[in-house]
């Protein structure tokens, strides 16, 4: 009787630290919208299960919906999904599911007409470090969206004898300052603080030696990169164990000017540009119904930069032009 409870406190422990829950709560994830997305993630059935909804807002194609984590250590991922797409036409190849494994997209939803429906299963091995997790792509973002639910999640863990309360980054001034704090190190050996242009492929950017106590952490980042900058925290044990923070990101600016003239215009216009840092730009012009009708990259180097823009087959109107790395944007009249 004893060996069968004992069983079944195991059974029970393991259960309760499989799904959405103690190193893969919610809190530990990180959402990201592609640029004009309004999709979104409900965590309001974890542990058991979440819920992402695609993007339906019909000013763009390709948004995407990702959820993702780091995988703490070695091992399986596991987990059953179901699906279902509002499509007015009932076409599942336009609102695409699956899960994502260090970068790469592997589509979990199958694309046959009015196969509206799907349930499934999925499991792979993963290693301590990469970033895992699911996306709900809307391909023509138009007529619906659609709904893609995770359950019975599970992913290699381990446990170490350190408490990460907080991570926060915020601009300070051209820098990013890094704050972290704990709640106790015992027999803990040091952080990596990790740098990435993608929420892919990270780079130590300093090794910080543990307090020994209750710590409060501070670190400047001088040289972010242009737009998204990407941080994590890997939290190494004596024993040479590790553990990873949510990754959290920010945004940083490198335009310190932009400029279009002529404006009106007719056949064409320039796109005046000063930026801090060398980097290419893609440029898009939207018209007001939220339509980009026209996209081109341009080359930056630091300083002031001038393009020209050739604008001779678009309908009068107003357009919006956009510079969809940094952001900025300015409002044009085509006469």
């Known amino acids: 009787m004893r060996a069968f409870y004992i069983l079944c406190l195991l059974f029970f422990c393991a259960s309760a630290k499989a799904q959405f829950g103690y190193d893969y709560a919610p809190s530990k994830w990180t959402t990201f919208l592609t640029p004009g997305s309004n999709g979104s993630v409900n965590t309001a059935g974890a542990p058991n299960s979440i819920t992402i909804t695609g993007s339906d ?7 995407d919906v990702d959820y993702t984590i780091t995988a703490l250590a070695t091992g399986v991922l596991s987990f059953s999904w179901s699906y279902h797409t509002n499509d007015t036409d009932e076409a599942p190849q336009y609102d695409i599911a699956g899960v994502l494994v260090n970068g790469t997209f592997t589509q979990l939803t199958d694309d046959t007409p009015g196969n509206i429906n799907q349930t499934g299963s ?24 659609a709904t893609f639910t995770i359950s019975n999640f599970t992913s290699p863990t381990t446990t170490l004898p350190v408490e990460l309360l907080s991570f926060t980054v915020q601009k300070q001034n051209a820098a990013v300052h890094l704050t972290w704090s704990t709640a106790s190190e015992t027999d803990f050996s040091h952080f990596v603080v990790e740098h990435s242009a993608d929420a892919i492929n990270f780079s130590s950017l300093r090794i910080v030696k543990a307090a020994g106590q209750n710590g409060q952490y501070n670190l400047v980042d001088e040289h972010p990169f242009s737009g998204t900058n990407f941080y994590r925290i890997k939290m190494v044990d004596n024993d040479r164990s590790v553990d990873y923070s949510k990754t959290v990101a920010i945004k940083m600016e490198s335009i310190r000017q932009f400029i279009i003239s002529p404006n009106p215009a007719t056949d064409q216009f320039m796109v005046h540009v000063n930026t801090s840092s060398v980097f290419t730009e893609r440029v898009s012009i939207t018209n007001m119904a939220g339509v980009i009708v026209a996209e081109q990259n341009i080359f930056l180097i630091e300083g002031i930069n001038h393009h020209r823009l050739n604008i001779a087959s678009l309908a009068k109107g107003i357009y919006i032009i956009k510079l969809q790395t940094s952001g900025v944007c300015a409002q044009l009249i085509k006469q």
Do not use: Y
């Open 57 to 63: 807002g019909a000013s763009a194609t390709n948004m």
């Open 122 to 145: 999925f499991s792979t091995s993963v290693t301590a470090g990469n970033t895992i997790g699911f996306r709900l792509r809307a391909i023509d973002n138009v007529f619906g969206n």
